[in-house]
């Protein structure tokens, strides 16, 4: 038997070695590009979820400017409610101006016609004495021009 020298291989077992570590060199390669995909899948993920927690963070600040606008038209139909509430308030004040107002002139009106009607009265009570008079001055002087002229015609015959 001879012996062989360990330094020196088959050309057969050089090529399966070869080819081993070119399998090997595939197997790395292809590990490495798998961890690559895998980050480039987690990179993808983590942009996903910023994405969506900006647009969380967007949605909600939507969500705080919507209530802020609820609130200020809220605040501003309140407004407008005291404003109407004070218009009312401020007519029904006029209206009951108005009201006492008429009623004062109403007062003054029975007041000089509770002043003006005695004398009114007394006015018309001096009327009718003067008419009386005037009546019975008349009559007297019907009678004086009668007995005038029955004294005339008793002369005369």
Do not use: E, G
């Not at 109403?106 to 004495?129: E, F, Y």
Request: hydrophobic share 85%.
């Amino acid at each position: 038997m001879f012996k062989k020298d360990i330094m020196t291989v088959s050309p057969k077992l050089l090529l399966l070695l070869l080819l081993l570590l070119l399998l090997l060199l595939l197997l790395l390669l292809l590990q490495l590009l798998l961890l690559l995909l895998l980050l480039l899948l987690l990179l993808l993920l983590l942009l996903l979820l910023l994405l969506l927690l900006l647009l969380l963070l967007l949605l909600l600040l939507l969500l705080r400017l919507l209530l802020l606008l609820l609130l200020l038209l809220l605040l501003l139909l309140l407004l407008l409610l005291q404003l109407l509430l004070l218009l009312l308030l401020l007519l029904l004040l006029l209206l009951l101006l108005l009201l006492l107002l008429l009623l004062l002139l109403l007062l003054l009106l029975l007041l000089l016609l509770l002043i003006l009607l005695p004398l009114l009265l007394l006015l018309l009570l001096l009327l009718l004495r003067l008419l009386r008079l005037l009546r019975l001055l008349l009559f007297t002087l019907l009678y004086l021009f009668l007995n005038i002229l029955k004294f005339a015609a008793y002369h005369l015959k």
